[in-house]
């Protein structure tokens, strides 16, 4: 079920600290450091989407604060895992890398995906998680449920931002990026299948 909470762990996403040799982006000089920073993009997303009313927390995880930690400022987040305490199955991992756990099928990969996309194109949300190693499946007590991270803002770079600006091209450009995800997913599922029947097992082995 979507939204349980019981024994909730949370964790701390700390970003990695520059290299010496570190090319300071357009963004950057212009915006200033927050406005590139990811935890800072993604706790600004969080914010807007959870003021609008958006219910976020059917696919992603609740967002904490920030803390201090000796590795840095870090963001406090809940950490996602299934029934069997176990970390999601990124969709990357399973079209891409063969880790099929017991009873997820390619059918309820896709059917979840598009549910998902359907999810981000009517809400706005342009965030990393249109990429398919920023979406999993946990298990639950009756099947598996899709999740998703990093709902950091994507910059635009049109000269003109009209996705910034108005909700139904926000809407459109969120739809046509996962269209091509989707469309990604699906040929690499259906080269593992043809892979996998070309060798006589009749398809990747779950786990």
Known sequence: MRGVRAGVTKCIKVVQPRPSDFHVGRVERLLGRSAVDPNEREVREYERLTRKGVPIHTYFPRIHGFVETDLGRGLVVDFICGTDLKPPVSVSDYAKHG?????????????????????????????????????????????????????????????????????????????????????????????????????????????
Do not use: W
């Not at 070309?198 to 779950?206: A, K, L, M, T």
């Open 99 to 207: 880790v099929r756990p017991s009873g997820l099928y390619d059918e309820m990969v896709t059917q979840s995906l598009r549910e998902f996309a359907d999810f981000c194109s009517r809400y706005g949300i342009l965030g990393a998680c249109t990429e398919p190693r920023n979406i999993g499946f946990v298990r639950t007590v009756d099947g598996f449920r899709c999740v998703a991270f990093d709902l950091k803002i994507r910059f635009n770079k049109e000269l003109i931002p009209i996705a910034s600006l108005f909700a139904s091209a926000r809407q459109r450009k969120v739809a046509r990026r996962f269209a091509r995800t989707i469309a990604e997913v699906e040929e690499l599922l259906k080269t593992s299948r043809a892979h996998a029947s070309s060798h006589g097992n009749g398809g990747p082995q779950n786990r």
